[in-house]
Nanobody
Framework: QVQLVESGGGLVQAGGSLRLSCVASGRTFNRYNVGWFRQAPGKEREFVSSITWSDSTDSADSVKGRFTISRDNAKNTVYLQMNSLKPEDTAVYSC???????????WGQGTQVTVSS
């Protein structure tokens, strides 16, 4: 069982930065792949970025070059550094853990990110 708690969201002006954190419980967190997803009002949830247990990363085209995902297994934490934020990045951001890549079994509650123009 893995429990995930996100933090770091907030209100920021366009062009600004935020760093989201996803803290996990569980001793085997370093064996999980972790993804960040977001859902804007009236839209479907979409993939943002992911990192495997071996530190391979992937990101959506819309955030490449602006968002960076990383993990610190000693702290059971995955980070999403978001730079050059745009109003269209406004959404609830959630992290999720997958023991099998792409099959996300555990989800956090989400953190709100609002980017003003």
């Amino acid at each position: 069982q893995v429990q995930l708690v996100e933090s770091g969201g907030g209100l920021v002006q366009a062009g600004g930065s935020l760093r989201l954190s996803c803290v996990a419980s569980g001793r085997t967190f370093n064996r999980y792949n972790v993804g960040w997803f977001r859902q804007a009002p009236g839209k479907e949830r979409e993939f943002v970025s992911s990192i495997t247990w071996s530190d391979s990363t992937d990101s959506a085209d819309s955030v490449k070059g602006r968002f960076t995902i990383s993990r610190d297994n000693a702290k059971n934490t995955v980070y999403l550094q978001m730079n050059s934020l745009k109003p269209e990045d406004t959404a609830v951001y959630s992290c999720a853990a997958a023991f099998v890549y792409g099959i996300y079994d555990y989800w956090g509650q989400g953190t709100q990110v609002t980017v003003s123009s």
